[in-house]
């Protein structure tokens, strides 16, 4: 068999796999686009085959890779299994990833990205199909993989504000303004202009300095952290320090073989500092259970040397999230009024899903429209705050998780609802 | 540990090469585009844009020879791209040469343009002789680099 008679059968192997998907019920408005997809692209590989010499070992080897490429797309539609994730979270995650992600082609025809959501063991991670894209797609994939264990967690689901970043860094439309405007911000001055600012404000041992592509690397996931704050609140940085400071048992440390992160220090300060200037760092309600929440989130033991962004850079950065989030309209975080924050938290006191809808005495309802970033708030001032409340019978941290995860779904409902004029 | 190299899987300098070799041959050969070149040269302007706009164009996780838990080497989320960085230094070389001079923006707006009027010559402005030269000089030195 010759490489060019292996890669034809490949083709027809990728075909009979392809075949052989779908024979089961998924998500809405999943199937069928993303089929459609890995179907065109085979029949623009293969097209390109018939045209390849044998004697072109490159092309033939570029075609092997598109082909397991595709392969591998085509294995990962049957792993998203509805009952692995948190759906609600995922189809406004899906909504949030289509308006940030589209972008145009050379007749300048939107082309939206096809999303698809699987479950893994390590989860929160969101992959954008390939910097340098393929030879055959029309659509590029992003595959939404959340973590398996927290299935149930809807408060840890706002960590997604941080993979979006970085996915966003990576379009042509949201990713020149953070870019320019994020990005140029952090590298305009202080430990992270140059590679050796860094090294001398990390004070990095003898022979371990601290590459170039690693301050790249730290620019960027600052941004990230920014942006996740930007996009979903408050509830972000909780998050943000549940998950991550148990992985940082010293929080300056870092790691100088593959310095890929910066210490969590770092990215505690400076969220810490956005969340002031964004105006956060104050109360809604006045009460003691958002307070005793915010002071969770604004609890600073660090160093000061730690915080490497002065306010002129962050408050340019947070100017640019806001450019590129503003399609995402209500999607984004702000804050709610008072009486709704309370209503909200009292449900939850109450064991009551946190969602904007009563009954009226005179048996009438009453629906409000909240988002996803709002619904978290809730869920988090709750949870942290819920010593300051007269609660006979606190829920633990999981039950609080799935009556949020409850709420979402039930949320958007009453979104839905509202925005049809049915009531 | 697998019985593939990692060096042999999605290699992005082998999808460059071939979307560059598409590019350039489409514009020596316009009147021979069938409908199938859309979506390639849809996809080099893709590339193009990536180079153009994103931040750090060819940052790649470090290099592991195989993977180090049982979770990544069994996950089926797509392997990230290898050898992005090499794209990136073929592009900035070719730029360079076709395009001395000008900067980033300028030189793959230039290129975009051309690529537009090739796909698309209904829609699009009928790019000139030079401007033919300078992107077709452009895909073929990313052609001449990335096949080494």
Redesign the interface.
Known sequence: VTPLEFLREEVDNVRRALNETLRHDYGPGQGREYYIECDDRLA?IK?TVALTLASDR??I??LF??L??LA??I??IE?SHLGEFSWPFADQLKDMAVALLS?T???GDVVKPLIHV?A???GY?I?Y??????????H?FV?I?FQRSLKNHALFHCLFGHELGHTA????AA??V??SEV?AAFASTGPLSTTAELNKWAKAPSGTDIAD?YR??W??ELSCDLFGLVLFGPAFLAAHRTYLSPLDPDPYYIYFS?P?HPSYAVRHKMLRRAMELLGWHTTITNDAFEQEFLNYLLHDPFRSEFLVLDDAQLTRAIAGIHQVIRPLGALAYSPIPAEELRELVFMLARQIPPVRAQINPDGGVSLGEINVAQTLYAGWAYWIGRDKLSDPAPLNFFQTNRLCDLALLQQRAVNDTRRAGVI | MPIMSAQQKNDARGTARLLALAASDSIQHPQAIPATREVVLNNMYRLLEAYRVTAFFGLEPSPRPYSARAADAISLLPRAERNVKDVKVAMEAAQAIAFPGQSKDEAMMAVARVLRGITYPANATKPSDEELANARRFFDEIVARLSS
Request: glycine share 2%; charged share 30%.
């Open positions: 623009e097209k490159s092309t080897q570029t890779n598109e397991r490429q591998s797309w294995l990962l792993r972008e082609n050379l007749r699987v893994e063991a390590e991670q992959q199909e390939t910097q340098t894209a393929t030879v055959s797609s029309r590029p595959v993989a860094l990576q379009t042509s990713g020149s953070l870019n990005i592509e790249e690397s620019l960027e593959d890929t």
